[in-house]
């Protein structure tokens, strides 16, 4: 076997996060690794990159014995990681970020031609276009993403860690990823392969192996299992239908609409959105979708059009003159938009109602806990004490929960999804779609963005495609097809320079 871990136990303060985990890979495959949030996933990738150390056990690289991995050794050795979290510097070019800290240099200086040239021809052989002389903050998420897998093409990679590697990216582009690690295999890379998109598995990868808990369960050739075993196994259950039977929103009471909706003089949405129903919002990355709710939610201000609440003509100028209308928003970006990533699950969740709680300048810390301690059972946020658990250590589908109880403390009625299960395991999927169905049959709205077809075809009343930032068409329940979908969100798409 070209990689191994063999009887890898790794410790945290009060927990044990990796129990005498076993497991081996060998050179030039595709291996997948599955498990719900906590199951050690992470916990194991970071151990192979030298951000964890083993309290007991070795790894074998190459046929030779390691107690453990410091980040520079496991650099040398040629093993890379792509994180869920981008880690890109968005004041740099694509360029500089593909060699950041591998240079390309010409009698001692740095030679930017060089490695604009270099860039270019690993995206020439990815099958995208990207401007190398782009800066990165200027990019959608979605090519960010390919930036990232440049920047490995672009160094001598013998394994290459993907966590999550489709979660902010659409149809088209997961195609041009699958084409990128199947170049990857070609030339004997080894792919450890992390994903909660279960289908991904059976598409592109040799293997799969199972956590669950911190222990590691089996491993499967990809072509003897199914989705259903896989989901059993990691979460020791079967899990019939992730989602909920909905009953068919029969209301057509316009709760919120936009007439001319416009952030930037471009393009113009309008649109209606009815109450008690989940308007789902489909399109490709870059389709003005998130920029759609940032105008909703005040994030971004109009420069055109109308935005009508309850039949009367508004101007929303912040989140805050948003939420005094009934709408929040529950972020794409969670980490970095949604949550503060120091503070309590307390302190997150009532921070969208603060002054509600407090008397005068004095939070009212009965109050406090009493909203948190509400919120945690109703979510069923898995954390036993709200007032000291610090939201980072929480799973991805703990920290989304906080994010919606955050945007529910307001008593919202109509709530903005971006993204809602992105990162998320399927059995916290599935209480997260439950709970949607749930604030749907009280009366509330939820407008929800999603990349997942399955997910936006499974949980949507309707459906609005956007395309170049306008609608393309809006499709009823009978109508949904994913055909429908991906030829609505391609209309009047050229695929252009992304700058």
Known sequence: MFLEFRNITV????????????????????????????????????????VNTPAEGE?????????????AVAKNLGIGVIYQELSLANNLSVAENIFLGNAIRKGGRIDKKAMIRRSEEIFEEMGIRIDPAALVGSLTVGYRQMVELARALSKNVRVLILDEPTSPLTTNEVEKLFHVVKLLKTRGVTIIYISHRLEEIFQICDRVSVLRDGQYICTKKVQDTNRDELVSLMVGRAISEVYPKRARNKSREVILETKNLSGNGDHKVSLQVYKGEILGLGGLVGAGRSEFAQLLFGVKKADEGEIWVHGKRTRIKSPAGAMSLGIVLAPEDRKQQGLLQKMTVKENI??????????????????????????????????????????????????????????????PEIIIMDEPTRGIDVGAKKEIYQLMDELTKQGRTIIMISSEMPELLGMSDRIAVFSEGRITGVLEREEFSQEKVLDLASKGYVEVDAV
């Open 350 to 411: 009532s921070m969208s109602v603060i002054r509600k709680i407090s008397r005068a300048t004095l939070v009212r810390q009965g109050k406090e806990l009493e909203l948190a301690n509400r919120y945690r059972e109703d979510l069923k946020i898995k954390t036993t004490d709200v007032s000291r658990q610090v939201v980072r250590n929480l799973s991805g589908g703990n920290q989304q929960k906080v994010v919606l109880a955050k945007g529910l403390a307001t008593q």
């Open 59 to 71: 790894i074998w690289y190459d046929g030779k014995s390691y107690r453990s991995f410091t980040p």
């Open 11 to 50: 410790r945290f303060p009060g927990v044990l996060a990796l129990n005498n985990v076993s497991l081996s890979l060998e050179e030039g495959e595709v291996h997948a690794l599955v498990g719900e949030n906590g199951a050690g996933k992470s916990t194991l990738i970071k151990t192979c990159t030298g």
